[in-house]
């Protein structure tokens, strides 16, 4: 710690963390009635996912020891990996909605299935799930002269959310609202049919 923390009485942030090292250890002195009690949280929250048995334990483990999901210090691993596995899951199913499953017959005969995105003008999931450069300078370029909804999609491209967003381009939430509104309305004028794939 340097002496400006020392003075100020914080703790960098790493300090608050555990570090991929301290999880695995914690994982390693997992009781028999803790691995039992994290599978049947997982279980139970695997409902209306795509998520195979195991799949949503592993997931979250690994977002844990690759620091995708870093644990407080003063938060029980079990309780970290169950909010983990919830969240996950959470995700899965709103990702699981807003595709529609359509099928096709081919011209060979062979049924094909289509995957559609229902929700098309909604840019802030779009940059999030796709991260594609090509949609970031589409979306970038229908803003021209309009700087602080430029900065809102860039800080939505680097994957920054609700309050973190706000604070770094520093707009308060009306601000933001309005800035999605006009990101929304130049989106549907320049892309009817939805944004490029």
Do not use: W
Not at 129 to 151: F, K, N, P, R, S
Request: glycine residues 6%.
């Amino acid at each position: 710690m340097s002496d400006s923390e020392v003075v100020s009485g914080t703790e960098p942030q790493d300090m608050k963390r555990l570090a991929p090292e301290k999880v695995l250890e914690k994982l390693d002195s997992l009781s028999a009635d803790d691995k039992i009690r994290l599978r049947l949280i997982e279980r139970r929250r695997c409902a209306g996912t795509d998520f195979q048995q195991g799949q949503l334990y592993s997931e979250a483990v690994c977002r844990a020891l690759i620091g995708k999901r870093r644990c407080p210090v003063d938060v029980p691993l079990i309780a970290f990996l169950a909010q983990t596995m919830r969240s996950l899951a959470s995700h899965r199913r709103t990702q699981m909605k807003r595709e529609q499953s359509l099928t096709k017959v081919s011209r060979g005969g062979e049924v094909m299935e289509l995957q559609v995105a229902t929700n098309q003008h909604n840019p802030e999931a779009a940059l999030i799930e796709q991260e594609d450069t090509g949609i970031v300078a589409a979306i970038y370029g229908c803003l021209e002269g309009d700087d602080e909804a430029q900065l809102v999609i860039m800080a939505i491209a680097d994957g920054k959310k609700g309050k973190e967003l706000r604070d770094e381009i520093g707009i308060d939430q009306a601000a933001y609202d309005y800035a999605m509104r006009r990101i929304k309305k130049a989106l549907k004028k320049k892309f009817p049919e939805g944004l490029p794939s």
